[in-house]
């Protein structure tokens, strides 16, 4: 449809509480003023104002001001808000206000608040002429999942995901919000931001009001169809009452109901889980009676579904996401890494005759069950012990503390020894054997020595597994996004990329200047920021150079920073440097978070996730600060690790400083290798319209050179 001929969304604001029907009729008149309706050149008529306001359907917005006079928020404007559509706007005004009070804590506290403060919460009205019921559900559904990405924002009191699928307007409803949501942000900047800003952020790429493929939408059916068959076994009881309040757990009693979903990188492995947790939560109530008042039941009775996150920033954006739509009331409730989960629900060892809040043992020691786990990028759990961990699988150790699991998992992402798959596994985990393609459940023995190998412990897991192919990241040609597989691929292989000219362009660029490709990512950055985007352009690299977050690179030099350094001999070729300071034919830049502490603050940085720091576009990342999250353009520097010979792509772990990946373990057969193609394949996959590359090796630097059609140059 020619954006030009779309409909023009009418917004109209209304002091909250006045919801008489004169009050309406005093608004409309009101806008008509305003915006000078019926004029010359008005795109509405005056006769049809009344009408698209009371007697179409209609989306609104209640928004509340809960600023604290700038002391608790460090001097912002937190909002809660409320998003809604219906047929009748006066009736449903008066009902949230006269009677969700009575049924609903999250109404009767704004309400309060509005007698309070009764300039302070406002209703945003939207209208339009194509406006039906799957429409309005949908604007409803996007306006959802923005609200919960937008900074100022504290709370979204929302309890139901509403996305639509084919209806006779769908093809209008891009359009529409577009509209809208401008409007909107001409309005009030502070609490509806630049659009693009809001598509850039991390907390609405996780955003469980996202609307699902048809590949996630029949994986989050065969789910929850797992889950409601739980329940209906257990209708006698409640399912409600399967928490961790039940003393200590028989296993043998109820295998776990385990569901492996397992999706390469950009597969929308993220979305689908935010999506399912807040289904579970919201639909089944397995998160405390989200509907009906529940202040009477304590923090702990309503911890009843987790989502268990060990990369320290994806734990940050599900935190944020679960304060805002109100699934925690602080961070870590439902929220957990491994450690934190296991020891939740385990007898505790004790010293001195006090608990010292750490599992006695692992395996041996489970205090009783939550009734779902979801754990995201499980491929990071640990396989052996650590400082923190005394037992020798986390997976294993979580899945005895569950009655359900839903376990998210790329074997391509395995980036450590420690969280290396053995037979066993990866047979349990779908990867080999016929469990492969297996979509109903099966149970599965699982024999578990522990961390002393003095004993054996079997358990039976009800297994079954889904498969998510479909890349939702990369937003390139299916030869284009081929190309990157054969590349990332255990041959390879880097044939000649010749992309669709038909479809969706992805820009790949190789560069024989590790400086002319930060050019390149520092122009993206601002073509990208001055769309009102975020910018999310940055540049990463293998995991090639020296870093220590517990050292400094120099005692004697504050200033001084851990560095990816490249030098150019008088040949023109560049080679790796362990130190040095950018000069001429020289380039040096600080990397993986060595930024942080030069900005200060850093507690509160780290809960941004690093790419949406505007000061990283002045360093370089590693697999550890962009593992889980997008860029829009990807500049990778591919270090001495990482060779062309033989018609291949070949790597040299002695060349690596990454000793999380290639220190092997003595009683697995490990391949290292493995692991530093898992990073390459991460790095390579980042970028959402782009990739820009350099290599240090000569040969793969060419090799890729021709691939693309030859090196690209940057204008100054």
């Given at each position: 449809?020619?954006?030009?001929?779309?409909?023009?969304?009418?917004?109209?604001?209304?002091?909250?509480?006045?919801?008489?029907?004169?009050?309406?009729?005093?608004?409309?008149?009101?806008?008509?003023?305003?915006?000078?309706?019926?004029?010359?050149?008005?795109?509405?008529?005056?006769?049809?104002?009344?009408?698209?306001?009371?007697?179409?359907?209609?989306?609104?917005?209640?928004?509340?001001?809960?600023?604290?006079?700038?002391?608790?928020?460090?001097?912002?404007?937190?909002?809660?808000?409320?998003?809604?559509?219906?047929?009748?706007?006066?009736?449903?005004?008066?009902?949230?206000?006269?009677?969700?009070?009575?049924?609903?804590?999250?109404?009767?506290?704004?309400?309060?608040?509005?007698?309070?403060?009764?300039?302070?919460?406002?209703?945003?009205?939207?209208?339009?002429?194509?406006?039906?019921?799957?429409?309005?559900?949908?604007?409803?559904?996007?306006?959802?999942?923005?609200?919960?990405?937008?900074?100022?924002?504290?709370?979204?009191?929302?309890?139901?995901?509403?996305?639509?699928?084919?209806?006779?307007?769908?093809?209008?409803?891009?359009?529409?919000?577009?509209?809208?949501?401008?409007?909107?942000?001409?309005?009030?900047?502070?609490?509806?931001?630049e659009e693009k800003a809001i598509l850039d952020s991390a907390l609405f790429k996780a955003s469980p009001f996202r609307k699902l493929t048809d590949?996630?939408?029949?994986?989050?059916?065969?789910?929850?169809?797992?889950?409601?068959?739980?329940?209906?076994?257990?209708?006698?009881?409640?399912?409600?009452?399967?928490?961790?309040?039940?003393?200590?757990?028989?296993?043998?009693?109820?295998?776990?109901?385990?569901?492996?979903?397992?999706?390469?990188?950009?597969?929308?492995?993220?979305?689908?889980?935010?999506?399912?947790?807040?289904?579970?939560?919201?639909?089944?109530?397995?998160?405390?009676?989200?509907?009906?008042?529940?202040?009477?039941?304590?923090?702990?009775?309503?911890?009843?579904?987790?989502?268990?996150?060990?990369?320290?920033?994806?734990?940050?954006?599900?935190?944020?996401?679960?304060?805002?739509?109100?699934?925690?009331?602080?961070?870590?409730?439902?929220?957990?890494?491994?450690?934190?989960?296991?020891?939740?629900?385990?007898?505790?060892?004790?010293?001195?005759?006090?608990?010292?809040?750490?599992?006695?043992?692992?395996?041996?020691?489970?205090?009783?069950?939550?009734?779902?786990?979801?754990?995201?990028?499980?491929?990071?759990?640990?396989?052996?012990?650590?400082?923190?961990?005394?037992?020798?699988?986390?997976?294993?150790?979580?899945?005895?503390?569950?009655?359900?699991?839903?376990?998210?998992?790329?074997?391509?992402?395995?980036?450590?020894?420690?969280?290396?798959?053995?037979?066993?596994?990866?047979?349990?985990?779908?990867?080999?054997?016929?469990?492969?393609?297996?979509?109903?459940?099966?149970?599965?023995?699982?024999?578990?020595?522990?961390?002393?190998?003095?004993?054996?412990?079997?358990?039976?897991?009800?297994?079954s597994h889904i498969r998510l192919d479909q890349q939702m990241r990369i937003q390139a040609d299916p030869a284009t996004c081929a190309w990157l597989?054969?590349?990332?691929?255990?041959?390879?292989?880097?044939?000649?990329?010749?992309?669709?000219?038909?479809?969706?362009?992805?820009?790949?660029?190789?560069?024989?200047?590790?400086?002319?490709?930060?050019?390149?990512?520092?122009?993206?950055?601002?073509?990208?920021?001055?769309?009102?985007?975020?910018?999310?352009?940055?540049?990463?690299?293998?995991?090639?150079?020296?870093?220590?977050?517990?050292?400094?690179?120099?005692?004697?030099?504050?200033?001084?920073?851990?560095?990816?350094?490249?030098?150019?001999?008088?040949?023109?070729?560049?080679?790796?440097?362990?130190?040095?300071?950018?000069?001429?034919?020289?380039?040096?830049?600080?990397?993986?978070?060595?930024?942080?502490?030069?900005?200060?603050?850093?507690?509160?940085?780290?809960?941004?996730?690093?790419?949406?720091?505007?000061?990283?576009?002045?360093?370089?990342?590693?697999?550890?600060?962009?593992?889980?999250?997008?860029?829009?353009?990807?500049?990778?520097?591919?270090?001495?690790?990482?060779?062309?010979?033989?018609?291949?792509?070949?790597?040299?772990?002695?060349?690596?400083?990454?000793?999380?990946?290639?220190?092997?373990?003595?009683?697995?057969?490990?391949?290292?290798?493995?692991?530093?193609?898992?990073?390459?394949?991460?790095?390579?996959?980042?970028?959402?319209?782009?990739?820009?590359?350099?290599?240090?090796?000569?040969?793969?630097?060419?090799?890729?050179?021709?691939?693309?059609?030859?090196?690209?140059?940057?204008?100054?």
């Amino acid at each position: 449809m020619d954006s030009s001929s779309a409909p023009q969304p009418v917004v109209m604001t209304l002091p909250y509480g006045d919801s008489r029907d004169e009050d309406f009729s005093k608004a409309i008149a009101e806008y008509k003023q305003r915006e000078a309706v019926g004029s010359q050149g008005s795109n509405l008529e005056e006769r049809l104002l009344e009408e698209l306001f009371l007697r179409y359907p209609t989306v609104y917005i209640v928004s509340a001001d809960i600023r604290d006079s700038g002391k608790k928020h460090g001097g912002g404007s937190p909002y809660v808000v409320y998003v809604g559509e219906t047929n009748d706007i006066r009736s449903r005004t008066r009902q949230h206000i006269e009677l969700d009070p009575r049924t609903r804590t999250d109404w009767e506290r704004l309400v309060r608040f509005m007698r309070n403060n009764h300039d302070r919460v406002c209703q945003y009205i939207i209208g339009d002429r194509h406006f039906n019921k799957s429409l309005t559900l949908d604007m409803e559904n996007r306006l959802m999942g923005y609200m919960q990405s937008v900074d100022s924002v504290k709370l979204v009191m929302n309890r139901r995901t509403n996305a639509q699928d084919m209806y006779y307007t769908s093809d209008e409803f891009d359009s529409i919000f577009s509209k809208a949501w401008q409007t909107l942000h001409q309005m009030e900047p502070d609490l509806f931001p630049e659009e693009k800003a809001i598509l850039d952020s991390a907390l609405f790429k996780a955003s469980p009001f996202r609307k699902l493929t048809d590949e996630q939408r029949r994986a989050e059916e065969a789910v929850l169809h797992v889950l409601e068959s739980v329940i209906v076994q257990n209708a006698s009881e409640g399912f409600h009452s399967m928490t961790e309040s039940t003393g200590p757990v028989q296993i043998e009693d109820a295998h776990t109901q385990v569901i492996v979903v397992q999706g390469m990188s950009g597969t929308g492995k993220t979305v689908l889980l935010s999506h399912l947790f807040y289904q579970i939560c919201a639909r089944y109530g397995i998160y405390g009676n989200l509907n009906g008042k529940d202040d009477n039941r304590s923090s702990k009775a309503r911890q009843r579904s987790y989502i268990i996150v060990n990369q320290a920033e994806q734990a940050n954006v599900y935190n944020q996401m679960a304060l805002k739509l109100g699934l925690q009331k602080k961070r870590g409730q439902c929220v957990v890494g491994a450690v934190q989960f296991i020891n939740r629900f385990s007898k505790h060892t004790n010293q001195n005759g006090r608990s010292t809040g750490r599992a006695a043992d692992p395996m041996n020691s489970v205090d009783a069950q939550a009734d779902v786990v979801l754990i995201d990028e499980a491929h990071l759990l640990l396989t052996q012990g650590s400082q923190s961990y005394s037992g020798s699988n986390q997976l294993y150790d979580i899945l005895r503390r569950a009655k359900v699991a839903i376990v998210v998992f790329d074997p391509e992402q395995i980036l450590r020894g420690s969280q290396f798959v053995d037979a066993q596994e990866s047979r349990f985990l779908g990867l080999t054997g016929s469990e492969h393609d297996q979509t109903s459940s099966q149970p599965m023995l699982i024999r578990e020595k522990s961390r002393d190998g003095q004993h054996v412990r079997e358990d039976t897991f009800q297994v079954s597994h889904i498969r998510l192919d479909q890349q939702m990241r990369i937003q390139a040609d299916p030869a284009t996004c081929a190309w990157l597989d054969r590349v990332t691929a255990k041959d390879g292989v880097i044939g000649p990329l010749h992309p669709d000219p038909w479809e969706h362009p992805y820009e790949i660029k190789v560069f024989d200047s590790p400086k002319d490709l930060r050019k390149f990512i520092r122009r993206k950055d601002q073509e990208q920021r001055s769309e009102g985007s975020l910018g999310l352009c940055r540049l990463l690299a293998t995991y090639d150079w020296p870093y220590n977050s517990r050292n400094h690179p120099d005692p004697r030099d504050p200033s001084r920073h851990w560095q990816v350094v490249l030098r150019q001999e008088d040949s023109g070729r560049w080679v790796w440097v362990e130190e040095g300071q950018e000069g001429d034919g020289e380039f040096a830049m600080p990397w993986n978070y060595e930024l942080y502490e030069a900005q200060g603050n850093s507690a509160a940085n780290h809960r941004i996730a690093w790419a949406e720091l505007p000061f990283t576009i002045d360093e370089v990342g590693s697999i550890f600060t962009i593992q889980g999250f997008d860029l829009n353009y990807a500049g990778v520097i591919i270090g001495p690790s990482v060779t062309y010979r033989n018609g291949k792509i070949e790597f040299d772990p002695k060349l690596s400083c990454n000793t999380l990946a290639t220190n092997q373990r003595p009683e697995l057969e490990m391949n290292p290798v493995d692991n530093l193609r898992h990073e390459f394949n991460v790095l390579l996959k980042r970028g959402v319209h782009g990739l820009g590359l350099f290599a240090v090796d000569p040969d793969l630097r060419d090799r890729l050179a021709w691939a693309v059609g030859g090196f690209a140059r940057v204008q100054d």
